[in-house]
């Protein structure tokens, strides 16, 4: 039996909320699954993703194929990292300080996402919109008109008669 980690939908219309599971990968994605895993919730800010990593790795030892979203939630939660560095036989000390230096490296990308989302901010309430733009702006006047003297053509009066 071939099992894959994936997730399947639950919620409402509208509220998607998945779990995250390992399912024989002829299954149908909400069919009957082995084992449930983990959960997420994309509707919170930010995403909640939760992982029992005890059971995924024991999966992920028993051969179990992750898809490419449950692949990057775990990646998300350094589960992947870990599996990783567990592959490479290091021991559990070394796993553990490579894992801290990845989490202060997922800290500081953080800070810098916000801080451009903040500067981003600033500079969009600097911009003044369209209207602003059309109540700052000065009209500039029309030209005066050209006048043009010593006429010499003269167009005759239309009289509506075509006579040939």
Request: aromatic share 6%; charged share 35%; no cysteine.
């Amino acid at each position: 039996m071939a099992v894959k980690l994936r997730l399947t939908r639950m919620g409402k219309k509208k509220q998607p909320f998945y779990r995250i599971i390992a399912i024989d990968s002829r299954a149908r994605r909400d069919g009957k699954y082995v084992e449930k895993i983990g959960h997420y919730n994309p509707l919170t800010n930010p995403a909640e993703i939760v992982v029992d990593e005890e059971k995924t790795f024991r999966w992920l030892k028993n051969g179990a194929i992750p898809t490419d979203t449950v692949k990057s939630l775990l990646s998300k939660k350094g589960i992947l990292l870990k599996w990783n560095l567990m592959k490479k036989g290091l021991n559990e000390a070394q796993i553990d300080e490579e894992y801290k230096k990845w989490e202060v490296l997922q800290l500081e990308r953080q800070k810098r996402e916000e801080a451009l989302a903040a500067q981003a901010k600033r500079e969009e309430e600097q911009i003044p919109s369209k209207e602003e733009k059309i109540t700052v702006e000065e009209t500039v006047p029309e030209p005066p008109a050209v006048v043009v003297e010593n006429q010499t053509e003269s167009i005759p009066p239309d009289t509506g008669d075509q006579a040939s």
